[in-house]
């Protein structure tokens, strides 16, 4: 099975940082990578897909980029609402896995 | 509006068996992929088991293969997952989503196994 490793694990941050997040596989996954958010007590939500391509109505200060073994999110200026646990997600080939989130964390 | 209503969780003693549910509505379900989530209390997300819209390729995480069962029923828009010999490592918040072809959109509110004696 691919493994995902997500770092950091958690994160401390302030409004208006730029955080990034990265996760690598153990081997290549073309781009079939997406990127979701989780707040406590939710469902996960899709930012991501394919690596890059921005999910309709997720805020444009989310960007995502990578291809084969390296991904990343990138939040450029945080808002209130983006504290959270973010979670990558292979889709390249089963068994799909997950990395094992980062919680952001309000510094 | 796409719906995804889980159901069928609840208490369940170690080795028995429990049937979920996923009932969707507001898209056509067999033009779709669909997947099982968990998440146990406090833990990451867990990917668990992914069907395609005609049944045709279906996934496995290691840690239930051979124990559990997706299955669907496009006829009636809904999606199973027979779980059998549960754990109590098989205890969290079972999650079904939509597979878009690009990203997984939708997903349920989850329904919960607790696995104890």
């Known amino acids: 099975a691919i493994q995902m490793t997500q770092s950091p694990s958690s994160l401390s941050a302030s409004v208006g940082d730029r955080v990034t997040i990265t996760c690598r596989a153990s081997q290549g996954i073309r781009n079939d990578l997406g990127w979701y958010q989780q707040k406590p007590g939710k469902a996960p939500k899709l930012l991501i897909y394919?690596?890059?391509s921005l999910q309709s109505g997720v805020p444009s200060r989310f960007s995502g980029s990578g291809s084969g073994t390296d991904f990343t999110l990138t939040i450029s200026s945080l808002q209130p609402e983006d504290f959270a646990t973010y979670y990558c997600?292979?889709?390249?080939?089963?068994?799909?896995?997950f990395g094992q989130g980062t919680k952001l964390e309000i510094k | 509006e796409v719906q995804l209503v889980e159901s069928g969780g609840g208490l369940v003693q170690p080795g028995r068996s429990l049937r979920l549910s996923c009932a969707a509505s507001?898209?056509?379900?067999?033009?779709?992929?669909m997947h099982w989530v968990r998440q146990a209390p406090g833990k990451g997300l867990e990917w668990v088991s992914g069907?395609?819209?005609?049944?045709?390729?279906?996934g496995y995480a290691d840690s239930v293969k051979g124990r559990f069962t997706i299955s669907r029923d496009n006829a009636k828009n809904s999606l199973y997952l027979q779980m059998n010999s549960l754990r109590a490592e098989d205890t969290a918040l079972y999650y079904c989503?939509?597979?878009?072809?690009?990203?997984?959109?939708?997903w349920g509110q989850g329904t919960l196994v607790t696995v104890s004696s």
């Open positions: 394919a690596a890059s």
């Open positions: 507001g898209f056509t379900f067999d033009d779709y992929a």
């Open positions: 989503a939509k597979d878009k072809g690009g990203g997984w959109y939708d």
């Open positions: 997600l292979q889709d390249y080939n089963y068994p799909h896995t």
């Open positions: 069907i395609s819209w005609n049944s045709g390729s279906i």
